[in-house]
């Protein structure tokens, strides 16, 4: 059974620094993308960043520079690590990998449609 478990959200103010943590199981995850998205009250799910395979990362404009993904297939873990937080990163931020190949991993992002596997979501306050 393929499990996501997110960790490591909370409440910063403008310019700090947080670091998310995805546990993930179930799955040959070393073949697969992954990546986080992000969801802010009343608006779109959105993209963060993705990681292939190889390591290989994408990112949103809007978080190039300021946000790091990395992933450890040793211990299973996916990590976001945010720097220079804005209050426009307010967001429930969940870990996600497709049901799927995709390469490259971005347009995975722009598919709602896309089957995906979900965390629960980690919430991130960034306050001004």
């Known amino acids: 059974q393929v499990q996501l478990m997110e960790s490591g959200g909370g409440s910063v103010q403008a310019g700090g620094s947080l670091r998310l943590s995805c546990a993930y199981s179930?799955?040959?995850?070393?073949?697969?993308?992954m990546g986080w998205f992000r969801q802010a009250p009343g608006k779109a799910r959105e993209g963060v960043a993705t990681?292939?395979?190889?390591?290989?990362?994408s990112y949103a404009d809007s978080v190039k520079g300021r946000f790091t993904i990395s992933k450890d297939n040793a211990k299973s873990t996916l990590d976001l690590q945010l720097d220079a937080l804005k209050p426009e990163d307010t967001a429930m931020y969940y870990c996600a990998s497709p049901q799927n190949t995709w390469s490259p991993c971005w347009p995975w992002t722009e598919r709602e449609e896309a089957p995906t596997y979900w965390g629960q979501g980690t919430q991130v306050t960034v306050s001004s």
């Open positions: 179930g799955n040959p995850w070393r073949k697969y993308c």
């Open positions: 990681i292939d395979a190889n390591g290989h990362a």
